[in-house]
């Protein structure tokens, strides 16, 4: 998050692309609310995941309203995704970022506007006279505002927003490619990726260089990024399986000679014959082997895709229902052309083809295709588009149900879908779990930082921590990393020139980012999320218990690792133990030359904060 801070600062002190080009409106946006109406940055990092997750909940109902035949399936669909558990630590880290105010998933809802909009401008009839009076079709307006705020958020969702659009648009492309809408759309099209590029076009023109974000998403497509990207996991597992059948070959080596020699024998007696016939076996085996390909690459999305995602059991449904709403995407066609209408655009099949293709785009590695998005990030919208499908045959249910003189029980009838989907989550066991956050500091820390914040005259005073107060205080206070107070310690002379001086002091160091797993009760949610980071190098906690270490000191004059920035230094544990370990010796060592300018202002078991009130006159010297 410091980053996104940083840069959001930036706009504030008048720096466009501050830290390099990049698509900045999530930070815009937070700028703007801060200005506007005065809500610190800080609270907006904190709580606004609040907003966009409310806004992707309100996106994905608004499309699967317009697509479904019955306008009460969308209900099923979010209660499901609300309500069921996922069971792959992808899943888990891609639903977990939905409380994180980051770009990708702040603009999340954007790619399912885009589908909406674009459906509903094919869909409409543009040869009547009300269209032609209207001048630019609102559906076409609305497509290219959500594809600029795709882009300007973030390349990923325009990149998912693309296949979700494709995929809807697959069985109407005849329509597409109408005179009177392939036009409009393709200037659409143009118009959205203008506006939203040409402030990053003319910065990078200008001499801003590219943020280095964007280098890491072109190496998680080449396959060098091994944080995310999976591409050099699915070559070593490629090379494995390589191994094992070169092993079969040498174990059957002798067999296979015999039989080459006995082959060779007999086709120079028919040589002729096999000349004549060559072409139509080559073809015979070329169509074969393509067939072959396709068989193998079916297995390897359901291995490294559903089965890997789901587990076998639920991959096995997912499968069942994929086939059987394939099936009534057919019917609805074979329907559709009975009835003499000529230009199919079956909303069934579409959402259909969207989760097989996100699937494949989560698989792409292990295809040997390039991993165009990293596969965590897709977890989350394939997880949406997944249940839509599985709600396709229930929403057929629905349709024929709204035709007889009981309709006007559907309200009600979709009601106890709702409370049938909870309530079953609950019997079956498959009740989402609690997420975790990544825990940076105690809470005692966040607090006693308020009680500074509000306490203290406006920058008349300076925090003496790690990074994590760093953005709480900096609209009203000074900060000091803890790591560059250790270090012009040392030097002859070293002075804070405010009148408070705050040292914070983990008395147990915190492990910095461990997954913090919130807990609660059990109708809300179940503790369960845990055991699928039980065999990794994760660090975890939940509840009231707390990783972390104590200070000591048979620390003091430790080395530090050297590290690229201070924050990055504080999630090295051994880093941490030794520079809170000097900053409580360096307090008491202070205390001792001045044992009535030093003051405890808050202390608990975990962690303490002491006080200095200095004569700005005459400030303290504080080196060694």
């Known amino acids: 998050m410091y980053v996104h801070h940083a840069w959001i600062y930036g706009l504030k002190e008048g720096k466009i692309f501050s830290e390099g080009v990049y698509p900045e409106a999530m930070h815009c946006f937070v700028y703007c609310m801060n200005v506007l109406f005065g809500i610190p940055v800080y609270s907006c990092l904190l709580f606004m995941g609040e907003i966009h997750v409310s806004a992707l909940i309100v996106a994905v109902y608004c499309l699967f309203r317009e697509v479904m035949k019955s306008k009460y399936t969308v209900y099923l669909i979010l209660t499901a995704f609300l309500t069921v558990d996922v069971v792959c630590v992808d899943e888990i880290y891609g639903i977990s970022r939905l409380q994180y105010t980051i770009p990708q998933e702040f603009g999340l809802y954007t790619q399912f506007l885009c589908a909406l909009y674009l459906i509903c401008f094919i869909r409409r009839n543009p040869k009547s006279d009300r269209e032609k009076k209207k001048g630019i079709d609102k559906n076409l307006f609305l497509f290219t505002t959500s594809l600029a705020a795709s882009i300007v958020i973030h390349f990923y969702v325009t990149i998912m927003a693309f296949f979700l659009c494709a995929s809807f648009a697959l069985l109407g492309i005849t329509r597409i490619f109408r005179k009177e809408n392939f036009r409009p759309l393709v200037v659409a099209v143009i118009a959205g990726g203008v506006i ?59 067999r296979s000679e015999i039989q080459e020699n006995q082959t060779t024998i007999s086709a120079n007696k028919d040589m002729t014959q096999q000349i004549e016939n060559n072409t139509a076996v080559q073809k015979h085996f070329s169509v074969k082997g393509m067939v072959q390909k396709i068989i193998d690459n079916i297995k390897l999305v359901y291995k490294y895709g559903y089965a890997q995602l789901y587990g076998e059991e639920r991959a096995g449904w997912i499968i069942r229902f994929t086939l059987l709403s394939l099936a009534l995407g057919v019917l609805n066609l074979i329907i559709y052309f009975i009835r003499l209408k000529k230009f199919p655009f079956e909303m069934y099949l579409g959402i259909t083809f969207a989760s097989v293709f996100f699937m494949i785009l989560y698989a792409a590695p292990f295809l040997g295709l390039p991993e165009i998005i990293a596969g965590a990030r897709l977890c989350l919208t394939e997880q949406i588009l997944l249940f839509a499908m599985m709600a396709v045959p229930f ?30 989550t609950h019997y079956f066991g498959i009740f989402h779990g609690y997420l975790y956050y990544e ?159 030093i003051k405890v202002y808050y202390e608990d078991e975990d962690f303490i904060c002491y006080v200095v009130k200095q004569n700005t006159d005459h400030l303290y010297d504080l080196s060694d």
């Open 196 to 254: 939203s590029t040409t402030p990053m076009i003319l910065a990078f023109a200008t001499g801003t260089p590219l943020q280095g974000s964007l280098n890491w998403g072109m190496n998680i497509i080449n396959g060098t990024d091994t944080k995310e990207g999976r591409t050099q996991v699915a070559q070593n597992i490629s090379e494995e399986n390589s191994e094992e059948e070169n092993s079969i070959k040498k174990n059957t080596n002798i």
């Open 395 to 424: 929403d057929g249910l629905f349709f024929l149900f709204e035709k007889t003189k009981a309709a006007r029980f559907s309200p009600f009838l979709s009601l106890l879908g709702v409370v049938s989907i909870y309530a079953g």
């Open 439 to 597: 825990l940076t500091r105690y809470n005692s820390v966040v607090e006693v930082t308020n009680s500074i914040i509000e306490n203290c005259p406006k920058y008349q005073y300076t925090i003496i921590s790690t990074t994590e107060e760093l953005y709480q205080a900096i609209e009203s206070g000074r900060h000091e990393e803890i790591l560059d107070f250790y270090n012009r310690s040392k030097q002859e002379k070293y002075i804070i020139p405010t009148e408070y001086l705050f040292f914070y002091v983990e008395k147990k160091p915190i492990q910095y980012a461990q997954y913090h797993f919130f807990t609660g009760p059990r109708w809300l949610a179940q503790a369960k999320y845990t055991k699928f980071y039980k065999y990794s190098n994760a660090v975890l906690s939940e509840g009231d218990e707390i990783a972390n270490s104590q200070i000591s000191e048979f620390l003091l004059n430790d080395p530090i690792t050297i590290t690229g920035k201070a924050s990055d230094a504080y999630s090295n544990i051994k880093n941490r133990e030794i520079l809170e370990s000097e900053m409580y010796f360096w307090c008491q060592k202070f205390k001792m030359h001045f044992p009535n300018e």
